[in-house]
């Protein structure tokens, strides 16, 4: 298992952009998949994307298409995620996560996550 630490969240006004970051331990990270989910207050965790091992495929939630870029770097051990045109509605708390599934979009394929951290969009 990987242990992973996000960062980057804030307080954001409207249409402004903000990118989460997502240090992992250990040696094994490009053998993950890693995801983004998160938690808004009083809803439940959700989806939010996913990127595979390599790169090669990425997979957004639909109300995050366009807006909503997944990366990594796997020299760094780090996954990012991107957000712009940022929304009230996407005030949450965010967490990475990993899977070693090739093609996770569900909470319950991945296997390590992150405490999480919060992003507020301001009206």
């Known amino acids: 298992q990987v242990q992973l630490v996000e960062s980057g969240g804030g307080l954001v006004q409207t249409g402004g952009s903000l990118k989460l970051s997502c240090l992992a331990s250990?040696?094994?990270?490009?053998?993950?998949?890693m995801g983004w989910f998160r938690q808004a207050p009083g809803k439940e965790r959700v989806f939010v994307a996913t990127?595979?091992?390599?790169?090669?495929?990425?997979y957004y939630a639909d109300s995050e298409k366009g807006r909503f870029t997944i990366s990594r770097d796997n020299a760094k051990n780090t996954v990012y995620l991107q957000m712009n045109s940022l929304k009230p509605e996407d005030t949450a708390v965010y967490y990475c996560?990993?899977?070693?599934?090739?093609?996770?979009?569900?909470?319950?394929?991945?296997?390590?996550w992150g405490q999480g951290t919060q992003v507020t969009v301001s009206s």
């Open positions: 996560a990993a899977s070693k599934e090739p093609k996770p979009t569900m909470e319950r394929y991945f296997s390590s």
């Open positions: 250990g040696r094994t990270f490009a053998l993950y998949s």
């Open positions: 990127i595979s091992w390599n790169s090669y495929n990425t």
